[in-house]
């Protein structure tokens, strides 16, 4: 994904890095334990939503005008 760097120091973040990221802005960077515990629990959402509003929400989220190239 493309994201911006707007928010984070100049070198503090890289290729690799897993990071908190938020309506198309990189707001830190965290680490793998915390990035891995966050998949979970968002997996485990969606596997509580029908499919239909799954589908949406991957939609929605694929779709966010903030995340268009500038």
Not at 32 to 52: C, G, P
């Amino acid at each position: 994904r493309t994201a911006g760097l707007d928010l984070m120091e100049e070198g503090t973040v890289a290729i690799g890095d897993y990071v908190l990221l938020h309506i198309g802005f990189i707001m830190n960077k965290i680490d793998e334990e915390d990035a891995l515990e966050s998949l979970r629990v968002y997996q485990e959402i969606l596997e509580k939503l029908d499919e239909e509003d799954r589908r949406q929400m991957v939609l929605d989220d694929d779709n966010c005008p903030v995340r268009e190239a500038p």
